[in-house]
């Protein structure tokens, strides 16, 4: 499974429920407005690093850190100033950030938790408000025989 498809998982077993959808790459790079069900949350790997090869001698085992983000997108329209909404993505961030701050994904063996590294309002715009909250994690790639 992938960090991404790992994370999905994660932000859709929370209790309760919160996104009405959780989607990847390629749902969100495909938006051409809003999403059809608020709130959504779309995960994607915006950067990888890999270091060098760990090993000496055998197969490559090279450490990969990502940088992956959770875009959220809200409505309410409770209120025309757009404040209702951001009541509500504060309330999706705590959510988020808890569960995937400290989550180990599979593929680290060191046991390197996710951290949460920023968060960034994106767009407020008639009621929906579009939020970026970037962590970072880490997993190990390994040559394949």
Known sequence: MTIAAEIIERLGAI???????????????????????????????????????????GKVLQRTEADIAVVIATRNVADGTGGAAAGDIEELKAKVRSAL????????????????????????KSGVVWQRELFGAAYYQEEQP
């Open 15 to 57: 209790s309760p429920q919160v996104f009405r959808m959780i989607e990847g790459a390629a749902a969100y790079a495909s938006l051409t407005g809003e999403p059809k069900a608020m709130p959504a949350a779309y995960v994607l790997i915006e950067e990888e690093q890999s270091s060098e090869n760990e090993r000496m001698t």
């Open 101 to 124: 701050i400290g989550f180990v994904p599979t593929g680290n063996p060191a046991g390197d938790p996710v951290e949460h590294i920023s968060g960034n309002l994106l767009r407020m």
